[in-house]
């Protein structure tokens, strides 16, 4: 912050170290957040090298082992760690392939989400009079509207499908980004800092790259792992609910719901995609929560 | 010990509710049913799910197929004669038979020849004001000719209907006991159309069947009241519900829980988890019925007969036969079950062989392989348990010659709706029997007339296939219409309008203390005698 | 003031019923497909038929008059008719939407009776163990994907141990006459002699959807309470308060809980929209006959008209929610109508 601090409890050092040194240091101190950010890296790197990591092709199918459980059971095999499905595929391979889908196709989302919603969201907090009035109102009509349902009234139009699921996800995002991004400038725009370099004589996109932008990113970040989960949860579903990813694509939500079969005969193959989901949410979360505790207590010194 | 406190635990929890519940749950059965019924009144259809609720349930036939022996047995009809040329049924009608009474129709008088009259020649008689009611179509009776081969229907006295053909036809006594030749009330039509609501014929029925109608929900359930004076038994359950529940796995989580007492065509995977229970029994029979891959003929690459075959020859069976009927299933060599007695097993049949797949396809000049849509059931039938899974199983294997499969699925009836308009590229479909009778799985699937109507998933129609099919049914010989279906076969396979895959078997569940729910080896399930202990 | 403030809502209201329907109405011109057959929902038109239909679609006019006439019809209940049931969509949604509703009020219900509690709890002793067990339990909850929640608790509530059923709202063998639509109010309206077994039925159906549906709101609002909680303990009459020696229960039973829970009551109104989108998913999952599953159905046929009647009436209806939830909150906190921007 760039208010100056006379407080004496804390040291020079401290003082003298950059913001950013200052919130990690924060978030180092909070263990539960730093799991969640190695989770979130294992989980990155999994998404990224998923074709290398994987023992098998998506759709490999091996006709002579369908169904196999785990291979700590008794019938299983130790080609397959973690059993096959019904048409004889790897579970494993599928669900680090999945990786890709859900998390590596949500990041995706989330970061384009983030580009078009910080781009408008500036232009929507800078801009004012009539045209700001409409944008909120209009705002206002799709925040009523959820992301999921939007999402889903978005892929009725499109027609159902893993590309359409994440434009409609974007779409979706969209709205409530802009919204936070747009009240975030304003409340910049109204601090004393900022008047006064308007009246030096800055114009607005030195205002915007000098002024508001170094002091608002560390909490788009946070906004960006609140949507991050949202398209998470959200492209699921719709996998889930058919909606989206169609089978075969290795989506988990896809998996699971093509697993539903086997829930009784194999629940492995329903639980393994759902505990994966769960910890990528969680790792997300984690680290969400982990920087707005760590912006909060920089805040408080 | 614990246990004792356990059940303890658990009475307490559902204790008071239970003993009501069961007192309920004695007078009424649930029947957990794979979709939407199309229609209330089996003329209008020949799909198995909508068979299933409404025929043997609501109706009933003039005469009935044993099914072991094959013989006709009597039913609606005491008796009946066949004159000396074979031109001429009579049919002689029980008298004591009572429609039913519901909450839109109160019947005067019991059924009489009038309602057999009215019955039939609804379907062929465009000058019966029901004709083009309900859309105008009656595939089963348009795809075998029944509409070409009567010349006209008799009302001899007040019970006794004699039915007048063009030709002696060999399986005319066959299709008049399948179970799309129920017979409606001719009293209930005419007070229809005094009201002008002529479509509630087929909406709200009235047959003279072990149940009678009470309610529908789309989706949600469809609800009958036992038919108290129906004529052939005492009716055991008060209440019939059909809980529509087109998902299999939800079908067979609700027989575990108890929410449903029968579910028919549980997938093949989850027989053992219901086989382990003591609560639930799984009924097997061998069931008369065909699963097929049919191309569309009219439609490139489909019309060309090496396209066809090699199609055939990409797909290896054996895998299907283990994924998708988990091995409870016969692979097919020709387009009849080899129970049929007129089967003949076919030299032509191709096998699994993707080198020859793509040599046909090169000399089809398709080097590049080609996209195509395969279509796939969402419901589990009989003759094909998973739809789904088989498309991805031949969606791979076509991947290896070169051909991308784009999987198509729509809900059941909206499925069979873009079929018949034949949107389709290729379609895994099947047929289920409604007769022993060969001509039962050539004629409604491959006929000419079938392509008309849509029900020829192929929409293939071959003149000369078409004349060995009349030929079959004029002859009454059984050795030599065996002949004429022997070439009919080795037609469909030579030419491969369709490529038979498997032969399922037909599955039921039910609670332990459900009792004495038929399914015959053709046709549809029977619940008139159901009883709950 | 207050009346300026509750006219200003209803313009606003206004403006946005009009913007969704301006937006349905496109529909019927951006689904793929025949106009008029999406907006009438009659497939097949034969020739002769597509002139009336034009007529009365007004499709020979301007897209304004079309437009009216879209609105008028709405108005007046003719939604179309569906392509898969044949049958008009009005209908259907009056028969499905009480369902639904009655679902998301349960649902609503326990999430207030838990949350808002559960909230207080955690801000009351912030960071000592109360708050961080149940800091833990709402990340925890947050993280769960809904669907996976419901088949968790099939897995162990029915399949398990076998005491709650899975799908449906009664057994069907109970035969209960609609009147309402809320099933518990139809039970006690029935005349029915298995009254009381169909009531307890009932209530078991519906536990299992209740507690998944409420997981979500449960989880928000247990934040939202105790971060609004935190925050008027850090005010300066608090402070004061607490200087004067209130012990803590005084602190937050007399002092802080109304003014921490004002935001709450505008926060209950705005769960409305994730209840009923999380609805669509549970209704599924447990086969609930609500407008959720039957719009997720008509979206899996491709049924345009019902798709478009689905979400008119379900996004109204959120509208309506959000805005009466800010009408009731603004009777509660007298500032909020002074301010000179209405924001939702």
Known sequence: ?301 | MSKFIFSIVILILTGCTEQALINQNNHGLIYCAEANPVSFNPQLTTLGSTIDLTSKQLYNRLISIDANTGEFLPELAHSWKISNNRKKITFELRQDVQFHQTDYFTPTRKLNADDVVFTFSRLFDAYNPYHFVSGGQYPYFQSIGLDQLIKSIIKESEYSVSFELFDAQSSFLANIATDFSVILSAEYAKSLEIDETLENLDNYPVGTGPYKFKDYKRDILIRYYKHDEYWKHPVELEQLVFDITPNSTTRIAKMLTHECDVTPHPNSSQLSILASRKDIKVLKETNLNIGYWAFNTQKAPFDDNRVRRALAHAIDIDKIMHAVYLDNGKRLESILPNTSWAYQAQVNMPNYNPELAKRLLRQAGLVEGFKMDLWAMPVARIYNPNARKMAELIQSDLNKIGITVNIVEYEWNTFIKKLEEHAHDTVLLGWSADTPDPDNFFSPLLSCAAALNGKNAANWCDPEFDLLLSKALDTIKIEERKEFYFQAQQMVIQELPLFPIAQGMRFQASSTNVENIEIKSFGGVSLAKARKL | MALEYIFRRIILLCFMLLLLSIFTFSLSFLFPGDPLTNLSGIQDISFHESDALSEKYKLDQSIPKQFISFITRVAQGDWGISFASQKPIFEHIVALFPATLELALYALLASIVFGIPAGIISAAYYEKWPDKIINTLTLLGYSTPVFWLALLMIMFFCLQLGLLPMSGRVSLLYEIPDITGFILIDILLSDVSYKFNAFIDAIKHLLLPTIVLSTYPTMVLIRFTRDSMLEVLEQNYIKTARAKGLSRSQLIFRHALRNALLPVIKQIGLQFSSLITLAMITEVIFSWPGIGRWLIDSIYQRDFPAIQGGLLAVSTFIILATVTADLIHSVFDPIIRNQTHGKI
Do not use: C
């Open chain 1, 1 to 301: 912050m760039a208010k100056f601090n006379f407080n004496t409890d804390i040291s020079s050092e401290e003082l003298n170290k950059s913001p950013l040194r200052q919130l990690w240091r924060h978030f180092k101190a909070n263990h539960v957040a730093l799991v969640g950010l190695w989770l979130f890296i294992a989980l990155t790197i999994l998404a990224t090298l998923a074709p290398v990591i994987a023992p098998y092709g998506v759709n490999q199918q091996h006709t002579d082992a369908l169904l196999l459980p785990p291979s700590w059971d008794d019938v299983g095999d130790v080609r397959f760690i973690l059993g096959t499905d019904d048409l004889g595929r790897d579970i494993l391979s599928r669900l680090i392939n999945g990786t890709t889908y859900t998390f590596g196709l949500a990041i995706l989302t989330a970061l384009i989400t983030t580009l078009l919603g910080v781009v408008l969201g500036v232009f929507a907090g800078m801009s004012k009079g009539v045209r700001s009035s409409i944008l909120n109102h209009m705002l206002d009509v799709t925040l009523s509207i959820p992301s999921l349902l939007l999402a889903i009234i978005i892929i009725a139009l499109l027609g159902p499908g893993l590309l359409n699921t994440v434009w409609a996800i974007i779409l979706a995002l969209l709205p409530q980004y802009i919204h936070s991004v747009r009240n975030l400038v304003v409340q910049e725009l109204s601090k004393d800092y900022i008047v006064a370099q308007w009246l030096d004589g800055a114009n607005s996109w030195h205002i915007l790259s000098r002024g508001i932008f170094p002091n608002i990113y560390e909490h788009i970040v946070v906004i960006f792992t609140m949507s991050l989960s949202t398209a998470i949860l959200d492209i699921s579903a719709l996998g889930f609910l058919k909606l989206g990813a169609q089978p075969p694509t290795a989506e988990w939500g896809a998996i699971l719901s093509e697993n539903l079969a086997f829930i009784y005969l194999a629940p492995w193959t329903v639980a393994l995609p759902g505990i994966l989901l769960f910890f990528a949410v969680l790792s997300t979360n984690l680290v969400g929560d982990g920087l707005r505790s760590a912006l909060k207590k920089r805040k408080a010194i």
